[in-house]
Nanobody
């Protein structure tokens, strides 16, 4: 039973920062890919960042490169997304997910999604 629980979303002004967290439990695979995706109403879900079990960041969306950083703390079983220089277009529901491997466009062979956390950026 895999469980992913996101937290850290909220409302900020443009230029501000947030750090999202995803607490992971019940994921027993030694090789994996963890990622963050976001979705707004009427648009398809898009991957924004991914990191594999070796700590290699295989993917950042062009729209967030230089502003967002994905990381993981294995001792705490937690995935993070540090978001700096936030823009109104970053407003979305953000989800974390666990998969079996990373491609150059994000995680693949997904096993679980979290419930999501809302990020709202005002101008």
């Amino acid at each position: 039973q895999v469980q992913l629980v996101e937290s850290g979303g909220g409302s900020v002004q443009a230029g501000g920062s947030l750090r999202l967290s995803c607490e992971v439990s019940g994921y027993t695979y030694s090789t994996y890919c963890m990622g963050w995706a976001r979705q707004t109403p009427g648009k398809a879900r898009e991957w924004v960042a991914a990191i594999d079990s070796g700590g290699y960041t295989g993917y950042y969306a062009d729209s967030v490169k230089g502003r967002f950083t994905i990381s993981q703390d294995n001792a705490k079983n937690t995935l993070y997304l540090q978001m700096n220089s936030l823009k109104p277009e970053d407003t979305a529901m953000y989800y974390c997910a666990a998969g079996r491997y990373c491609s150059n466009t994000g995680p693949r062979a997904l096993d679980a999604w979290g419930q999501g956390t809302q990020v709202t950026v005002s101008s």
